[in-house]
């Protein structure tokens, strides 16, 4: 399936690089530096398939053709800098579409161009480059570089927009040139998937990172194009072998993670199936905790009043039961939960039936009634110091609740020190990078192509 790949690279002499150079390697042309009076000839480079110079509409519409020659345009840019460590091009390499054909790659590129010469006035050199022969015949790419400079009648004006220091770009009412490649990615990815729709290609592009995603999985590591070749002739590399470290620590990270994850989650989902709904009335309490079936039937039939007496013995006996059990788990639990609750429910519907029958009843009977009710009243009678507490359904509750914060904040702890890692390596692989820059490169040549 296609990938997304876009990567903005400065073409500064500070690393001992040339835009005469990088543009003859790149269309695979010679191209004769004028300033440094050195010839870069690339004409027997294989696997340029197509190369083209862009500019901008308006300098179309005033018949400025003097860019168009890729010898004079890049002259230009290397005669419009003084400074030794100017920038003097800048790079967008791009990952294409292997799924398109190879004339629908060119027009994808081109309108890519024609959007950045227009969007900020500058001339645009593209090259598109076949995949490598002892490579991946599906890595379809293409360098586009750009002028740091506006294209005028006379040569090379004022500095790109995207040039511009951020001090500079506030004062313009600008945003930081960070949000600049931010939307030229973004750009990019759209007009992808804009060919990719017109072709009646079901893939898509998209330039967000796999956490932005949501899509749980290590990111690939890029060897770049020097480790690359190196390991296509046979030859172990340090960084490769890095690399191959790197990987399996991760691999044996993520499955210690999963392992830990799904065993909070089952945790999590104990708890919760532990936290029962009590709402209901003492007889449905009485069925779940004797496993008594409650058909229609029963459920239909009234039933009768029980009398106070009655009512009295099922009460002790129930609260002598639950004694017998606390002491016998040593621990709270939900079925003694449900049964505290039945008795809490028995209490009180038994209170009520009382005081109704109260009114209606002689003199004796009322006194019978009000001395079983000041019995009930009374104080249970204090537990021995081995009964354990009895935890309320409101703790109870609060406990599961409890645990399962504790266990969302794990998790995203977890999260939080995955992307920090993540963040680390990244660093570390751009320090290398830049140590790469750093060393320059060899007169006549500005490197070997892009490897996915």
């Known amino acids: 399936m296609a990938i997304y790949h876009l990567s903005v690279k400065p073409i500064s002499r500070g690393a001992g690089r040339s835009a005469t150079a990088a543009a003859a390697y790149r269309s695979g042309e010679l191209v004769h530096d004028l300033t440094s009076d050195e010839v ?193 002739r046979g030859i172990e590399t340090e960084v490769g072998k890095r690399i191959s470290w790197e990987m399996q620590a991760a691999a044996q990270e993520r499955l210690e993670r999963a392992a830990q994850l799904g065993r909070i989650e089952r945790e999590r989902a104990q708890v919760e199936r532990s936290i029962l709904d009590l709402s209901g009335d003492v007889r449905s309490a009485r069925r779940g905790r004797e496993g008594a079936p409650s058909s229609a039937a029963e459920l239909s039939t009234p039933a009768a009043k029980p009398t106070v007496a009655e009512l009295q013995a099922e009460g002790r006996r129930l609260w002598l039961q639950e004694r017998e059990r606390q002491a016998k788990a040593n621990a709270p639990t939900t079925l003694e939960e449900i049964r505290r609750q039945g008795r809490e429910e028995w209490l009180k519907l038994r209170a009520e039936r009382a005081r109704g029958e109260e009114a209606a009843a002689p003199p004796a009977a009322a006194a019978s009634v009000e001395k079983s009710l000041s019995l009930e009243r009374q104080p249970e009678e204090p537990k021995s110091p081995e009964t354990p507490q009895v935890l309320t359904l409101d703790q109870m509750k609060a406990q599961g609740r409890a645990a399962i914060e504790s266990a969302k904040r794990e998790l995203e702890a977890e999260r939080l020190r995955e992307r920090q890692r993540q963040a680390e390596l990244e660093k570390q692989r751009e320090l290398e990078r830049s140590k790469g820059r750093g060393k320059g490169r060899e007169p006549g040549r500005d490197g070997p192509d892009m490897e996915l």
């Open 40 to 232: 870069f000839d690339y004409t027997r480079k294989r696997g340029v398939e197509h190369s083209e110079i862009v500019l901008p509409t308006a300098a179309a519409r005033a018949d400025i053709n003097w860019a168009r020659d890729r010898q004079a345009l890049w002259n230009a840019a290397e005669v419009a800098e003084k400074r030794k460590d100017a920038r003097v091009a800048r790079e967008y390499e791009v990952a294409l579409p292997h799924e398109l054909k190879s004339g629908q790659r060119v027009e994808l590129v081109r309108a890519f161009s024609a959007e950045l010469a227009n969007r900020y006035g500058v001339a645009v050199d593209f090259s598109i480059h076949a995949p490598h022969r002892h490579g991946d015949e599906r890595n379809h790419h293409a360098h586009i570089m750009t002028t740091t400079r506006e294209v005028t009648a006379t040569g090379l004006g004022a500095k790109a927009a995207i040039e511009w220091s951020d001090t500079d770009r506030r004062r313009q009412g600008l945003e930081p040139a960070k949000s600049e490649v931010k939307a030229i990615r973004e750009r990019w990815a759209a007009l992808t998937n804009e060919h990719l729709l017109t072709r009646g290609i079901e893939v898509r592009v998209d330039h967000r990172s796999l956490a932005e995603q949501g899509i749980d999985r290590e990111p690939q590591s890029h060897l770049g194009p020097a480790v690359s070749g190196m390991e296509r």
